[in-house]
């Protein structure tokens, strides 16, 4: 699977934007982008994915640019709640597929 | 339960004891997935069961970490001979199925293991 790079930390005021921006250069043609999140203290949490059309859930939105080598999520309206290190994962379709989590981006938010 | 369910949520045992750690899948899942997580780091991964397949151990630390799943659902992760460096979340995971889209992992709160 390929390889995703994420800035190591964020922050955002509450009630705004977040936007969590994922490279992922060497992606392949049928590699999906996934989102999951982890809270402290707790298992991490899918949120989302996508494989080139732009996709939206009532977690977040998810756009990948069209030439599918980076991807932002965005958190429309950011709580304190949604402070959490949020991971981006490529993945293929067939075959076996072990979730492969890098250092991901902590997102803090702040009030 | 709706989601993946481990046990203990902690332990903490003395160095040298065995231990055993439990996850209860979401039912149906054919994939399950066990990590650990220690302090301040990323989710490493140790092992995945898939259907009837063999195993993939390739992330187990050392010989004295195996698991086992029976019947294709309750999964035991067991630790021997524990060391102080075991410590850490050991987290649990199932999905749906491999090789197909959507089949996004569902964690449980893992067991927070305390080798003292």
């Known amino acids: 699977d390929a390889k995703t790079t994420q800035p190591p930390s964020m922050d955002c005021a509450e009630g705004r934007a977040a936007n969590l921006p994922c490279n992922h250069s060497t992606i392949s043609g049928n590699e999906y982008v996934y989102w999951y999140r982890q809270i402290h203290s707790q298992g991490p949490q899918y949120i989302i994915h996508?494989?080139?059309n732009n996709e939206t859930n009532e977690m977040a939105s998810l756009i990948i640019t069209e030439d599918r080598k980076s991807s932002t999520l965005i958190l429309p309206h950011a709580t304190l709640r949604d402070t959490a290190v949020y991971y981006c994962?490529?993945?293929?379709?067939?075959?076996?597929?072990?979730?492969?989590f890098g250092r991901g981006t902590s997102l803090i938010v702040h009030p | 339960g709706a989601g993946v369910s481990q046990s203990p949520s902690n332990k903490v045992t003395e160095k040298g004891k065995d231990v055993e750690l439990r996850c209860d899948p979401i039912s149906g899942h054919t994939a399950l997935y066990w990590y650990r997580q220690s302090l301040g780091q990323g989710l490493e991964f140790l092992i995945y069961f898939q259907g009837n397949s063999a195993p993939d151990k390739s992330g187990l630390p050392s010989d004295r970490f195996s698991a086992e799943r029976t019947g294709g659902s309750v999964s035991t992760l067991t630790i021997q001979r524990t060391q102080q460096e075991d410590s850490a979340v050991y987290l649990c995971a199932s999905s749906r199925r491999q090789g197909a889209v959507g089949t996004e992992a569902f964690f449980g709160q893992g067991t927070r293991l305390t080798v003292v």
């Open positions: 996508g494989l080139k």
């Open positions: 994962i490529v993945r293929a379709t067939g075959g076996s597929y072990i979730p492969t």
